[in-house]
């Protein structure tokens, strides 16, 4: 299983677009990138997913460069209710659990 | 929009008790998850049940864990002799079959406390 980097911590004020960049350079063929949020005392929730190249939803937008080894959550105009523990996962094949990392602590503040 | 509920959200057991976790999946998914998250420590996957059967299983779900879907609706986690060190937030999870997705659906948790 691919092992992922990121940062501990990042901070950011409201309004500002935030980019998290997740290494993860042993990441094999058939591996997708997944990002999840937890807010403290609830389980943690899904983001967004990619192969390559961008993804968007109406959260965040996901950026992987053509050797996947990298990618990049963008949340833009964050606000306060964006504080929370971000997650950068690979996980391959159908029915996978996922292994979590330390994940990066966002703190947005006014 | 469909959710994953646990119930208690929280117990109190002491040492060497048997706990049982109640978990109700999304009607429709296939795949069933338990993990736990220690205080101030990450999430960690615990046991993945397919097909009424564990599809994989981490090396912290020892002979002290089970797990069981009893019906059609339930899916349930069983700690026979509870330890100190089994105090943590325990979460169930769920997924369809029929998508190329790795979004897993988390229940609120429950949070477990062990005297």
């Known amino acids: 299983l691919a092992k992922t980097t990121q940062p501990i911590s990042m901070d950011s004020y409201e309004g500002q677009e935030v980019n998290i960049t997740c290494s993860h350079n042993n990441i094999a063929t058939n591996d997708y990138i997944t990002w999840y949020q937890q807010f403290p005392s609830q389980g943690p929730r899904f983001i967004i997913q990619g192969y390559k190249t961008k993804v968007t939803n109406e959260v965040a937008s996901l950026f992987i460069p053509a050797d996947r080894k990298s990618s990049t959550l963008s949340l833009p105009r964050v606000s306060l209710s964006d504080t929370a523990v971000y997650y950068c996962l690979v996980a391959g094949g159908a029915g996978t659990a996922l292994i979590f990392g330390k994940g990066t602590t966002l703190s947005v503040s006014s | ?115």
């Not at chain 2, 646990?6 to 998850?33: A, D, K, W």
């Not at chain 2, 330890?83 to 998508?99: G, I, N, V, W």
């Not at chain 2, 979004?103 to 949070?111: H, I, L, M, S, V």
Request: glycine share 4%.
């Open chain 2, 1 to 115: 929009e469909p959710e994953v509920t646990q119930t208690p959200s929280h117990q109190v057991t002491q040492m060497g008790q048997e706990v049982i976790l109640r978990c109700v999946p999304i009607s429709n998914h296939l795949y069933f998850y338990w993990y736990r998250q220690i205080l101030g420590q990450k999430v960690e996957f615990l046991v993945s049940f397919y097909n009424n059967e564990i599809s994989e299983k981490s090396e912290i779900f020892d002979d002290q864990f089970s797990v069981e879907r009893p019906d059609g609706s339930n899916f349930t986690l069983k700690i026979r002799s509870t330890k100190l060190e089994d105090s943590a937030m325990y979460f169930c999870a769920s997924r369809p079959r029929d998508r190329i997705t790795y979004e897993q659906y988390f229940g609120p948790g429950t949070r477990l406390t062990v005297t």
